[in-house]
């Protein structure tokens, strides 16, 4: 969103000039926008359209778009024919002159008559502009649509056939997103968009086409391999790149234009409707081979995106991230966590190349608003000494660079042109004139590339961009009439105006609706110009004087770095966004919602008490206090114990230690859902992260546990299955120096109010298999685990401390002992691990936690399965098992569970974490029978949401359990 545009269209003259603000007054000039609007809406339709549709289509528009010009002209032909006689007949004295009254009677019809027909003639002019420029978007649609369907590619990929194919790239590589697939992460696959030039089926044809593909390359196919005298890789990776498998880095390195001979299998596109006709996924035989370098432009753009990635190697984390991004769109270094972050607040337009990037460089080459055209103009043209034209020139040889280090892509493109428009201002302080320059820019870009008109980035770029120009001018000087300071004003305007256009598309993208966007923006966009522009000169330099690069990365990571503490602040308020319907009735649902708003506003604007109580209202529902929360939702309850969050199919658990205290028993598939789960029942402290067993749908969310929390420890299973997932709990800990300790049967720990100890697996010398890691001490005094990356077992036990505060990292807390509870704590002597087991899978070497929390006797199973539970029941931890007040059922409630376990336990309440319509059936029919036969509430996630537990255990013990819906 170009938030830069408003200020771009304003003239003010300069101080002591005596010029005048250019007049702002007088209607829109949108004579433009029907052309545009009508190329937009054709091309989206007739991308995927037959070509006897299309070509009717182009018939019917031309046909009544000449039909109309054509009654123009013999119009014009008539009139000027009727002038002509009409002054033949004055000069001959046939026409008398009439009399006064006559005459001005005669005058009035004949200007009302006139207007009359300028009007028609104005709408014939219109509709028939309308008519070509469908026609003129229904052929380039027809054309680049057809282009993805014909050729023997995709009837190739519907056949899953395999082939030899050479493919030019048209895009930099990307990585896959992670995601939790079932109990294991989908694999991280290279994903590029690529051309293919020449294929070769397996009866030996080669053909010669042009068709787009999607090409992916899984982690064991090697990198490719050179031709003579070709470098290995186009563009080494730099940073974090280094640390990746050699091929994985290479393939990522690649720069676009780069040509590439391959084999793999082609299958159909993923989804229907956009410019891939086929998926190409890369086998390692034969060895991809380079078959031609990238283009001078590409290799002189490469060159400059790496100097910038190694200008910004030593900064910090964020800005480290940020900036590159922030540049030029580079961002291979944003984390999933900062994603979400500026997600939250509706910032990711700040991770894209946008329009505002160009037009701050513009604004620094051309200096203010209405002065490009003025003596006294300023910005760093005249400085230099540089004519208009050259400063011309200099400007569009800046655009041209711009597009080529950030690529030529669809969103490069569309940034390219909104900074055209703002040029425009710049040059001419007008904003009458911006309409018609947008209507243009979006008609030449629809018409360049159809598949524009599906892009929902092209959608709420051209939206904010409109706002900016039409709704931010008014409420500005609304605001300023309000007595609100003229620059917040504006800058109020245009992110207020922005929001409001762009909020149902947001909408249908995110299926929320963010509270905290407008300010968010605000704090944000100060940061932006600063950091573009030494992030620019960063750019240019590196190749030149690397220190004076980074001296001018490490000058813009100051401002990089304010713009992520935006994100995450805003992102870490419990009321940041709300849920919304992602459907396009939810988004004029949204917009109606808006206009309402807009309108009830402008009436507020005149009473300011009422306006300070709204904005004291909304900061409670962005800040939600807990308080203030529980006695309007009921959620959570007071005094609960132990809380089951909704993650969808997995598991994420909280035991209640103390006034915003948790122990997280699990962290369930998503960051998102785990964090808000948490954020509501207002969890700051987590003095021990307990992950069952290393399978995605218990550790994938780890990082939305840790996102704006103190965690003192994580504690894991011993088991290091599957090892990807295990190495990402490592990696995760390690990065916020938060030590790893392992669970072993026997410990036993305590925060506040709250006991547990560690029921299963046992200690490695009673048969934990030998590749685990080595678990963590026997009963006794607490450990004092080393840094998380430190490889071997875990350090030899230490003495505990005295009960403290739980500290945020570092060290186990001194308030979690692992020392033998008293009797009154319910748990009884601490057992002996029972017989060798060796768990045949992740599932079997579950952590199992036995706990007791003011009066309540919990039992969590983690994923259990019957061979496990076996072994447990025959360990003399089975002796305390009997009679607990509520069960966290095993597996997700799956058939596979050991009924002897289940009528030992008798729980008064079982809890299943299972998400809705899962492909697994849980939690099964079966098991839930058999809980209620042995006299159990069962209570499911997937129907009833959060659940949380208060009360006292026991038979004589009040119990409830309340849920979130």
Not at 322 to 334: A, E, K, Y
Not at 439 to 455: E, I, M, N, Q
Not at 666 to 685: E, F
Request: glycine share 12%; net charge positive.
């Amino acid at each position: 969103m170009n938030r830069a545009l408003d200020a771009a269209g304003r003239g003010t003259g300069y101080e002591g000039s005596g010029a005048t603000r250019p007049s702002r007054a007088g209607p829109l000039d949108l004579r433009l926008v029907p052309p545009a609007l009508a190329a937009w809406g054709t091309a989206a339709l007739t991308l995927d359209a037959s070509a006897a549709w299309t070509a009717g289509t182009v018939a019917c528009c031309l046909l009544g778009g000449v039909l109309l010009l054509s009654v123009r002209r013999s119009g014009r032909a008539g009139r000027r024919g009727r002038t002509r006689r009409a002054g033949q007949r004055r000069r001959s004295g046939q026409v008398g002159r009439p009399e006064p009254t006559r005459w001005a009677g005669q005058a009035g019809r004949a200007r009302a008559a006139g207007w009359m027909r300028g009007r028609f003639h104005w709408a014939r002019a219109t509709v028939a502009a309308v008519l070509l420029c469908a026609a003129a978007a229904a052929v380039s649609a027809g054309l680049h649509g057809a282009d993805v369907r014909r050729g023997p590619v995709p009837e190739l990929a519907r056949r899953f056939a395999a082939v030899t194919a050479e493919v030019e790239l048209s895009g930099d590589p990307w990585l896959s997103g992670p995601r939790a697939s079932g109990d294991h992460m989908a694999p991280v696959a290279v994903l590029a968009r690529a051309e293919v030039r020449s294929v070769e089926a397996a009866d030996g044809r080669r053909m010669r086409v042009r068709t787009p593909v999607l090409l992916i390359i899984d982690a064991d196919v090697p990198a490719p391999e050179a031709s003579a005298g070709r470098s290995r890789s186009p563009g080494p990776p730099s940073g974090a790149d280094r640390h990746r498998p050699g091929g994985r880095a290479a393939w990522l390195g690649l720069l676009p234009s780069t040509r590439l001979r391959v084999g793999g299998r082609l299958a159909p596109a993923l989804t229907g409707g956009d410019r891939t006709a086929a998926v190409l996924r890369v086998r390692g035989r034969p060895v991809p081979r380079i078959v031609a370098g990238p283009s001078g432009p590409q290799r002189l753009a490469g060159r400059l995106r790496a100097g910038l990635r190694e200008a910004t190697e030593d900064l910090p984390g964020d800005a480290r991230a940020l900036l590159p991004g922030l540049v030029v769109g580079d961002t291979s270094r944003i984390t999933p966590e900062l994603e979400h972050a500026f997600d939250e607040t509706d910032l990711a337009h700040i991770l894209a190349v946008s329009g505002s990037n160009l037009t701050v460089l513009l604004a620094l080459l051309i200096g203010p608003p209405g002065l490009a055209q003025r003596a006294e103009r300023r910005g760093l043209a005249p400085c230099l000494g540089l004519s208009l034209r050259m400063t011309a020139a200099l400007a569009g040889a800046l655009t041209l660079g711009f597009v080529i280090v950030c690529r030529p892509d669809p969103s490069v493109l569309r940034a390219a042109a909104c900074g055209a428009v703002a040029l425009l201002a710049l040059a001419t302080g007008r904003r009458r004139s911006l309409i018609p320059a947008l209507a243009t820019a979006v008609l030449l870009l629809v018409l360049y590339d159809p598949w524009l008109a599906r892009s929902y980035g092209f959608l709420l770029s051209v939206l904010a961009t409109g706002a900016l120009l039409v709704l931010a001018p008014g409420w500005s000087e609304a605001l300023r009439r309000r007595r609100v300071p003229p620059r917040l004003a504006e800058a109020l305007a245009a992110a207020a105006a922005a929001q409001a256009v762009c909020a149902p598309v947001v909408a249908v993208l995110s299926a929320r609706v963010s509270l905290v966007a407008v300010p968010c923006n605000l704090l944000a966009e100060v940061a932006v110009a600063p950091a573009t522009v030494l992030g620019f000169t960063a750019l240019a330099t590196a190749p030149l004087l690397m220190p004076v690069a980074k001296a001018l990365a490490w000058c813009a990571s100051w401002p990089a770095g304010c713009i992520a503490a935006v994100a995450r602040a805003g992102a870490a308020l419990p009321g940041a966004g709300v849920d919304w319907p992602g459907s396009w009735p939810g988004a004029l649902a949204l917009a109606a919602v808006t206009v309402a708003v807009v309108a009830i506003g402008r009436r507020l604007l005149r009473h300011p008490l009422w306006c300070g109580l709204l904005g004291i209202l909304l900061v409670l529902v962005v800040a939600r206090p807990a308080p203030l929360t529980r006695v309007i939702t009921g959620w959570p309850p007071p005094g609960w114990r132990f809380a089951v969050c909704d993650v969808g199919q997995g598991d994420a658990t909280v035991l209640a230690a103390g006034e915003g205290t948790g122990v997280v028993v699990d962290a369930g598939p998503d960051p998102a859902l785990v964090d808000d789960c948490l954020r509501r029942l207002g969890i700051t402290r987590v003095p021990l992260v307990i992950l069952t067993h290393f399978h995605a749908d218990h550790v994938a969310g780890l990082p939305g546990v840790l996102r704006g929390r103190s965690v003192a420890a994580i504690e894991t299973t011993g088991l290091a299955e599957p090892p990807d997932q295990a190495r990402f709990v490592r990696r995760e800990a390690a990065e916020r120096h938060i030590p790893v300790v392992t669970a072993a049967a026997g410990e036993e720990r305590r925060v506040g109010p709250l006991t547990w100890r560690v029921l299963w697996p046992p200690p490695q010398g009673a048969g934990t298999p030998s590749g685990a890691r080595t678990p963590a001490p026997a009963p006794g005094p607490a450990s004092v685990p080393g840094p998380a990356s430190a490889p071997g077992p875990a350090p030899a036990p230490g003495p505990a401390s005295a009960p403290g505060p739980a500290p945020v990292s570092g060290h186990i807390p001194a308030s979690v002992p692992a020392s033998v509870p008293s009797p009154a704590s319910g748990l009884g002597p601490a057992p002996v691990p029972g017989p060798a087991f060796r768990p045949e899978g992740p599932n079997d070497a579950s952590v199992t936690l036995l706990v007791h929390t003011g009066g309540l006797r919990l039992l969590l199973l983690g994923d259990l399965e019957p061979p496990a539970q076996q072994a447990l029941l025959r360990s003399p931890a089975a002796a305390g098992l009997a009679g607990v007040d509520a069960l966290k059922v095993a597996h997700h409630g799956s058939a596979y569970q050991d009924p002897r376990l289940l009528r030992l336990a008798a729980p008064r309440v079982a809890l299943v974490s299972a998400g809705a319509d899962n492909p697994y059936g849980h939690p099964a029919p079966s098991t839930v029978a058999a809980l209620r036969s042995g006299g159990a509430t069962v209570l499911r996630t997937d129907r009833d949401g959060a659940l949380a537990l208060t009360g006292t255990g026991g038979k004589g013990g009040e119990m409830r359990v309340t849920s979130d819906r």
